[in-house]
């Protein structure tokens, strides 16, 4: 073929993401690079439209044209976002002027009335497409756009009322937004099966930890108390829990360690209780959570 290795192994991974996904759905490809605005304006529609069409056989493929700049030449993309439907291999439309979720909407329908594509909802296909959603909010989410990563994770919710990856998500999201209330009624209206799921602890946990926030002003002067008075564990314990739900994990899990080398039974072991809480919300398999976790395994067994 004349491909060089890395133009072979950018084939093979069009191929799985993309051409064979298209042999019975439509693929919505996305060409777009991180430090492209109007790429970033763009993909919270695009998402929301493929998320509402995904029973109808409809699929999202971002392709980051600085990671894959072989397809993007393929391609022809002179300027992003580019964005084309596919159908069995082929670009069957040109989708880069439908800016609006009307615009898209209105070209979609009439694709989907000519294609035979297989819906989701035939033959077990839905959960790879509400699979791939959560993937893709969660890697928002994780690039600190908790609003909408909030929007993906309830159109999914929408669409898969029972998947508890799902709600744990939005949960973390409006944590992670500030929206502790809305977090709450979420968690609040929660079936006891889908509460039980350890995702679903895990982000009961964030938003337990969330409900001690305080602003700057408040944060400031219990962490003068704390130092002030290191004998003080109720004091200390408070600027723990407030430092962690204010982003500064390290001060929290600092103190809180501290608490444990000065008197591991205090409280009922409530310093070491709240570490295995925090660890909880921000997940075992975390590196940060991992270092933490040596540090206080060093103190309880040396």
């Not at 493929?50 to 699929?59: L, R, S």
């Not at 894959?68 to 069995?88: L, R």
């Not at 009961?204 to 408040?218: P, Y």
Request: glycine share 6%; charged share 25%; hydrophobic share 50%.
């Amino acid at each position: 073929m004349g491909l060089n290795i890395d133009e072979q192994k950018a084939v093979e991974r069009f191929k799985t993401d993309v051409v064979e996904p298209s042999m019975t759905k439509l693929v919505i490809l996305d060409f777009w690079a991180e430090w492209c605005g109007p790429c970033k304006a763009l993909a919270p529609m695009l998402e929301k439209v493929a998320a509402e069409y995904a029973d109808k056989g409809v699929v999202l493929v971002k392709v980051d044209v600085d990671e894959e700049k072989f397809i993007a030449s393929q391609f022809q993309v002179q300027s992003i976002p580019t964005v084309y439907a596919m159908f069995q291999g082929q670009p069957v439309a040109d989708l880069t002027q439908a800016r609006s979720e009307s615009q898209m909407k209105e070209v979609l329908d009439q694709l989907i009335a000519k294609l035979p594509l297989q819906a989701g909802g035939d033959g077990g296909q839905q959960a790879p497409d509400v699979e791939q959603f959560i993937t893709m909010a969660e890697q928002v989410l994780a690039e600190g756009d908790a609003e909408r990563a909030a929007g993906v994770f309830m159109q999914v919710v929408e669409m898969a009322p029972d998947n508890a990856a799902a709600h744990a998500g939005l949960i973390r999201s409006f944590v992670a937004g500030g929206r502790a209330d809305e977090a709450q009624a979420i968690a609040d209206a929660l079936q006891p099966e889908i509460k039980e799921d350890p995702a679903v602890q895990q982000a009961l946990s964030a938003l337990e930890l969330a409900a001690t926030q305080v602003d700057d002003g408040e944060l400031a002067k219990l962490r003068a108390v704390a130092e002030a008075e290191p004998a003080d564990m109720d004091a200390r314990l408070a600027f723990a829990e407030a430092a962690f739900a204010a982003g500064q994990r390290d001060d929290a899990a600092d103190t809180l360690l501290e608490m444990v080398r000065a008197d591991r039974e205090w409280n009922d072991s409530a310093a070491r209780t709240k570490l295995l809480q925090i660890f909880e919300a921000v997940g075992l398999e975390d590196e940060w959570v991992s270092a933490t976790r040596r540090r206080l395994s060093k103190i309880l067994f040396d």
